[in-house]
T-cell receptor, first 112, second 111 residues
Framework: QKEVEQDPGPLSVPEGAIVSLNCTYS??????FMWYRQYSRKGPELLMY????GNKEDGRFTAQVDKSSKYISLFIRDSQPSDSATYLC????????????FGQGTELSVKP | SQTIHQWPATLVQPVGSPLSLECTVE??????LYWYRQAAGRGLQLLFY??????ISSEVPQNLSASRPQDRQFILSSKKLLLSDSGFYLC??????????FGPGTRLLVL
């Protein structure tokens, strides 16, 4: 079993839809949770960073962490064609030595 | 603000040739530095990381090596490339914290 599981998709939605991207994990020591957005042939870009449980909102993006269920989510409201990219979840804890554990990434396509 | 550079952006090399990819970070000091490879399946594989000058940790035994000759410079090398070394190579830095920031990447094709 992988430490972090992420549905690879691809996920295709119409413009304006609400998108839900999810990751599950097995290591209860993880405390830091990130979402990266990666456009084709580009490096990943840090989108959201959350510490421990709870919600964090930034514009159309909301990150949720449920440590009791070992489950994190990224919601995109009013999705746009420019949101078409691969989304990677990543997480870490104090015992990871500065390393991040990444999901496989979910490929999202928003159709106009 | 901090900036991370990688070069070259694209590289086509014959099997058996040497490799040198360079990564530099500006606007910070004593960062953690990382080399990743991303294959076509999108997953990120950590190859090497460094917490300081001359300090390199290898994650996966392979045909590659890394060096950190200066605080903000990280180099990925190979003496003889294999076909399986093809991929998208990403350098990242971290301010000793929990997040990492990635460079633009180098696309390597070994023929």
């Amino acid at each position: 079993q992988k430490e972090v599981e992420q549905d690879p998709g691809p996920l295709s939605v119409p413009e304006g839809a609400i998108v839900s991207l999810n990751c599950t994990y097995s290591n209860s020591a993880f405390q830091y949770f990130m979402w990266y957005r990666q456009y084709s042939r580009k490096g990943p870009e840090l989108l959201m960073y959350t510490y421990s449980s709870g919600n964090k909102e930034d514009g159309r993006f909301t990150a949720q962490v449920d440590k009791s269920s070992k489950y994190i989510s990224l919601f995109i409201r009013d999705s746009q064609p420019s949101d078409s990219a691969t989304y990677l979840c990543a997480m870490s804890g104090h015992n990871q030595g500065g390393k991040l554990i990444f999901g496989q990434g979910t490929e999202l396509s928003v159709k106009p | 603000s901090q900036t991370i550079h990688q070069w070259p952006a694209t590289l086509v090399q014959p099997v058996g040739s040497p490799l040198s990819l360079e990564c530099t970070v500006e606007g910070t000091s004593n960062p953690n530095l990382y080399w990743y490879r991303q294959a076509a399946g999108r997953g990120l594989q950590l190859l090497f990381y460094s917490v300081g000058i001359g300090q390199i940790s290898s994650e996966v035994p392979q045909n590659l090596s890394a060096s950190r000759p200066q605080d903000r410079q990280f180099i990925l090398s190979s003496k003889k490339l294999l076909l399986s070394d093809s991929g998208f190579y990403l350098c990242a830095w971290s301010p000793k914290g929990e997040t990492q920031y990635f460079g633009p990447g180098t696309r390597l094709l070994v023929l």
